[in-house]
C-alpha cells in the first residue's frame, strides 16, 4: 500500500502562485503515474496534471500554460506549480498515485486551494 502526504494550498490572490507537494511512502517501488485532481463545490471531480514515472505529462486545457506537474523518483514526491491562478482554480485538490503491479489508484486526503481577492 502507499500513503500520501499533502501539503502547500492556502489562499492566494488572482495571478498569484501555489506550489503543491504530495509525499508518498510505503509500496513506493510499484508507482507508475503519479498526478493532481480537483473538485470545486458542486463541481465533478477533474483531472489537472499527470505524471508518468517516465516524465511523459498531461494536462487539462483549463491550466495549460499556467500549471507545471513534476516529481522526484528518488524523493517520491510529486509537485505542482500553479502559476498564474485564478479564481476558478478554486478548489480542494487531491494527490493521485498509480500503482502497478498490483493494479491500483491512492487518494491523497485533498489541500484546499483558495483563489480571491
Known amino acids: 500500500q502507499v500513503q500520501l502526504v499533502e501539503s502547500g494550498g492556502g489562499l492566494v490572490q488572482p495571478g498569484g502562485s501555489l506550489r503543491l507537494s504530495c509525499a508518498a511512502s510505503?509500496?513506493?517501488?510499484?508507482?507508475?503515474?503519479m498526478g493532481w485532481y480537483r473538485q470545486a463545490p458542486g463541481k465533478q471531480r477533474e483531472l489537472v496534471a499527470i505524471?508518468?514515472?517516465?516524465?511523459?505529462?498531461n494536462y487539462a486545457d483549463s491550466v495549460k500554460g499556467r500549471f507545471t506537474i513534476s516529481r522526484d523518483n528518488a524523493k517520491s514526491t510529486v509537485y505542482l506549480q500553479m502559476n498564474s491562478l485564478k479564481p476558478e482554480d478554486t478548489a480542494v485538490h487531491y494527490c493521485?498515485?498509480?500503482?502497478?503491479?498490483?493494479?491500483?489508484?491512492?487518494w491523497g486526503q485533498g489541500t484546499q486551494v483558495t483563489v480571491s481577492s
Open positions: 493521485v498515485v498509480d500503482t502497478f503491479p498490483p493494479l491500483g489508484r491512492t
Open positions: 510505503g509500496s513506493i517501488f510499484s508507482i507508475t503515474a
Open positions: 505524471i508518468t514515472r517516465g516524465g511523459v505529462t
